[in-house]
C-alpha cells in the first residue's frame, strides 16, 4: 500500500551527490527550483529528442507545480538515462527495482558548465534544498508587507509563487475593502498556499476513521484513541514532522509555518478541543490526514458541543482535498447533526468520497441491502441527481473476514481499496491544480461578495430612518440577493448562504460599508480572464 514513493531514496549515495551537484549547475538563479528555461539549456546536453524530453518533464513534474524540485530532478536524471539506453519512457520505469543501479546520464558539455559554475559563492551551497530557503522567506515577507509595491515578476518561480502574487495584488484588496474575511473565509497566508494537500474524514463515533488513518500510515500516531465508544473529541491534524509529538490546538493556531490561523475565529472552546499530531512518516510529507470527533446521533445530540462543530468541519472543507464520510454497516442512519455537517459540505461535493466501512462484519446478501440502506439515505440528504460513489471494504489491519463474504466478497474488497487508494495518490499530483481551482473559486466569491455588500449599501437611505431600512434588508435579503443577481447576471448557484449572511450581517453597520468600486472588480475580472491563463501557460511543460 506504498502510497507515494520517492526517487532520491532509490538513489545511491554517490550518486545523489553528483546530482546535487549537477542541479546547483541547472538551477541559474540559486532558488532552489529548476524552471522550464533551466531545464532546456540544461537537458539538452542529453541530445534526447524534444517527444522524450516531453515525456521526461511530464513524469518528473507529475504534481504539475511548473518547477523540479531536487527529488523530481533526479527522477528527470534517471528518467534520462532509461531513454539512452534505449528504454521507453514511463511512470512504472520509476519504480524499477534497479533504479539504484542505474548509472547518470550521458550530458555533453556538462564539464564545462560545472566548471563555470564552481567559483561562484552563490552555488557554494553543496545542498540545494538549503538553498530554497531565501526563496521561503521571500514570499513571506509579500504578506507581511505593509508596503503596496508590486512584486517583481523575477521573484515568481512557481504556478503557487504566482497565485500569491495575485492574491496580494489584484485580489485581497477587494476582500478587505468589503470585509469578506468576516463574512466567509479569512484573509490567506502564505502557509495557506504552501500547506499540504489535507485529507478529512467524517463519520459518526466508531467507524474506523482512527483506525483508516492508523492503516494507511502502517503505525499509530500521538494522541490517537480507539474504542467502541466515542473517544476521539477533538480535531487532530495528523502531520509530517521531525519527531513524534502532539502540539495543543491554541499553539497550533499561531504558527506563522501552518495554514490553521484561520480557527480563531472559533474561540478558546474549540481550540481546546483541536490538536495537531505530528511524525516522521514518507506518507504525510504528501498528505496531511485530519481526524475529526465522532458525529452525534439520537440522545446523545441532544448534548450541545461547546464550538460551532458544523463551522468547523465547513471551514476545513474548503481546505481539504479530499473528504472521506464513513459509514459503518450498523449505523446508516444519518443524525440531524450529520444532515447538518453534510449540508456545510455545500459547494465542495467534486471533493466528497464515501466509504462503508467494517463491510466485512456482514455476510454478501446483508452487504447488499446495507449498500442498498445507504444509497438511500445519502439520496435523501445530499440532494444531488447524480448517485455518490460508495467504496465498500474493511480499512483495518485484519484480514478480511472470509467466512462471512466469501471468495467473491474478498476480491471485491480488495478491488474497491485498490481504487480508493489511487484516488488518494493522485492527491499530491492534483494538488496544485485544486489549489487555482479553489484560487478561482474564493475570486469569484469574492466579487460576488462585493456585488452584494455594495448593493445594501446603496439600498440604505442618505439621512433619517437608517435602523429600519437595516432591518427591513435583512429580513428581505433573500430578494436582495435576487436583485444583485438580476443587475449583473451572475449564476445563482455562486451566492453564498443566506441565514448565514443575515446572521454575519446584523453585527454590523450596512451604512458603513464601501460603495460599489468598478475598477477593483475589473482588476479582478483581468486576472481571472487574463493573468491566471497567463501564469499557467508560463509554466507549463517547457517541451510542449
Known sequence: ?????????????????IYKEWFSAADSDGDGRITGNDAIKFFAMSKLSRAELKQVWALADSKRQGFLGLNEFIAAMQLVSLAQAGNEITQDALTHSELDSLKPPVMEGLDILLAKTKPSPKKSNPDPDVSSQPQVSLTTQWFSSKSAKKIPLCSVTSIIDGLKRLYIEKLKPLEVTYRFNDFASPLLTNSDFDAKPMVMLLGQYSTGKTTFIKHLLRSSYPGAHIGPEPTTDRFVVVMSGPDERSIPGNTVAVQADMPFSGLTTFGTAFLSKFECSQMPHPLLEHITFVDT?????????????????????????????????????????????????????????DKIRVVL???????????????????????????????????????????????????????????????????????????????????????????????????????????????????????????????????????AGDFPNVEHFKEVLSGYSIDKFEKLKPKMIQ?????????????????????E
Request: aromatic letters at 8%.
Open 357 to 491: 466501512n467494517k463491510a466485512d462484519q456482514v455476510d454478501t446478501q446483508q452487504l447488499m441491502r446495507v449498500y442498498g440502506a445507504l444509497m438511500w439515505s445519502l439520496g435523501k440528504v445530499l440532494n444531488t441527481p447524480e448517485v455518490m460513489r460508495v467504496y465498500i471494504g474493511s480499512f483495518n489491519d485484519k484480514p478480511i473476514n472470509e467466512a462471512a463474504v466469501g471468495p467473491i466478497g474478498k476480491e471485491l474488497f480488495e478491488r474497491e481499496q485498490d481504487d480508493l487508494l489511487s484516488d488518494l495518490k493522485d492527491i499530491p499530483k492534483k494538488a496544485c491544480d485544486r489549489r487555482i481551482n479553489e484560487f478561482v473559486k474564493r475570486a469569484r466569491a469574492a466579487k460576488i461578495h462585493a456585488y452584494i455588500i455594495s448593493h445594501l449599501k446603496k439600498e440604505m437611505p442618505a439621512m433619517i430612518g437608517k435602523a429600519k431600512a437595516q432591518q427591513r434588508l435583512i429580513d428581505n435579503l433573500e430578494d436582495e440577493f435576487a436583485k444583485v443577481q438580476r443587475e449583473f447576471h451572475l449564476p
Open 293 to 349: 470527533p465522532g458525529v452525534l446521533s439520537g440522545e446523545k445530540q441532544r448534548t450541545q458541543r461547546s464550538y460551532d462543530f458544523t463551522g468547523v468541519t465547513s471551514w476545513f472543507a474548503a481546505k481539504c482535498d479530499l473528504i472521506l464520510l464513513l459509514f459503518d454497516p450498523h449505523k446508516l442512519d444519518v443524525s440531524d447533526e450529520f444532515k447538518r455537517v453534510i449540508g456545510s459540505l455545500r459547494g465542495h461535493d
Open 1 to 17: 500500500m506504498d502510497i507515494v514513493s520517492s526517487p532520491i531514496g532509490t538513489c545511491s549515495r554517490e550518486h545523489q551527490k
Open 523 to 543: 482588476t479582478v475580472d483581468d486576472m481571472l480572464g487574463y493573468e491566471i491563463p497567463e501564469l499557467l501557460r508560463s509554466f507549463k511543460n517547457p517541451y
